[in-house]
């Protein structure tokens, strides 16, 4: 059984900063693309980060160079740097990972933590 917890939310003043958190435990072959998204509330949950295991980054148009996704690929845990945050930056935020289960079915299956607390104040 695969596992994602994140850790890291908090409360903070507008222009502060935060490192959030994701770590994937269980039972697993591989992990692949591991990533943050957050929900704004009565939105959709929008995109923020994504990092594959080789290090490549993709970033939400909006992060605008303040946010910074990093990998431990040994611990298996997700980071994502958030400075200059801003008060719209408040939804929660989440971690999904790709994660292949079983050596005997190639492709990976999404899953995704419960997520963490973010709240950013003016």
């Known amino acids: 059984q695969v596992q994602l917890v994140e850790s890291g939310g908090d409360t903070v003043q507008a222009g502060e900063s935060l490192r959030l958190s994701c770590t994937v435990s269980?039972?697993?072959?591989?992990?692949?693309?591991m990533g943050w998204y957050r929900k704004p509330p009565g939105k959709y949950r929008e995109f923020v980060a994504s990092?594959?295991?080789?290090?490549?980054?993709n970033y939400a148009d909006f992060v605008k160079g303040r946010f910074i996704i990093s990998l431990d690929n040994d611990k298996n845990i997700v980071s994502l740097q958030l400075n200059a945050l801003e008060p719209e930056d408040t939804p929660p935020y989440f971690c999904?990972?790709?994660?292949?289960?079983?050596?005997?079915?190639?492709?990976?299956?999404?899953?995704w933590g419960r997520g963490t607390p973010v709240t950013v104040s003016s």
């Open positions: 999904p990972a790709e994660v292949r289960v079983n050596v005997y079915i190639p492709s990976p299956l999404d899953y």
């Open positions: 990092i594959k295991t080789d290090g490549a980054t």
């Open positions: 269980g039972t697993f072959v591989t992990i692949g693309t």
